[in-house]
Structure formats: C-alpha cells, structure tokens
C-alpha cells in the first residue's frame, strides 16, 4: 500500500511561483506512473502532470507545459511539481497519485491511478 502525503501549496499572487511536494512511503514496486492532478470545487480531477519512476520521460497537459516541471527524488521518494507565472486559474486543490506500472502512456484520467495523497490547496490571486 503506497501512501502519499502533499505539501507545498499556499496563497500566491499571480506571477509567483510554488513547489508542491509528494512523500511517498509504502511501496514495494520499483515501477510506478506518478501524476499530479488538480481539482476546482465542481469541476473533476484534471491531469496536468505525470512521470514514469523508472526512466526519464515526463508528460503534461498542453496548457501548462511551459509553466509547469515534475520532477523526483528518489533517494527522498519525494514527487514534486513546480508551477512558475501562477495564474489565478492555477487556483485549486493539487492531488499526487501513483499507481503500480510500466509506462505512463495513456493514463491520465483519474480512475487510471489508485493512490492518492489528501491534496493541497493552491490559491492565486491576481
């Protein structure tokens, strides 16, 4: 069972930037697809950001590519997301999830990742 806990998150203005971390603990696989997802009251869990823990590539939602970096340290099993020139549409409740794989291709839908952290909230204001 993999655990993931968030944190990071806070009240930005816009143009700032945030890291969001993700601890993970638990996990006895060397392989998973780890993915941040973000979600507005509403509105369904969004993908915006994923990586394969065993190699190098990394995936994102187009619209936030250029201001967005996953990233990992797997000596700290930490994920992290990097948001820069926050946006106040960038407001939301930021999600780490994982699941237990080979690639990340194709899984961006939330029903595709059966761990989940709790979120963090990331608020912009313009």
């Known amino acids: 069972q993999v655990q993931l806990v968030e944190s990071g998150g806070g009240s930005v203005q816009a143009g700032g930037s945030l890291r969001l971390s993700c601890a993970a603990s638990?996990?006895?696989?060397?392989?998973?697809?780890m993915a941040w997802f973000r979600q507005t009251p509403g509105s369904e869990r969004e993908w915006v950001a994923s990586l394969y823990t065993g190699g190098l590539n990394t995936y994102y939602l187009d619209s936030v590519k250029d201001r967005f970096t996953i990233s990992r340290d797997n000596d700290k099993n930490t994920l992290y997301l990097r948001i820069d020139s926050l946006k106040p549409e960038d407001t939301g409740m930021y999600y780490c999830a994982a699941t237990i794989s080979y690639s990340c291709t194709h899984r961006t839908e939330a029903t595709d990742f059966g761990f989940w952290g709790q979120g963090t909230q990331v608020t912009v204001s313009s």
């Open positions: 638990g996990g006895t696989y060397k392989s998973y697809c």
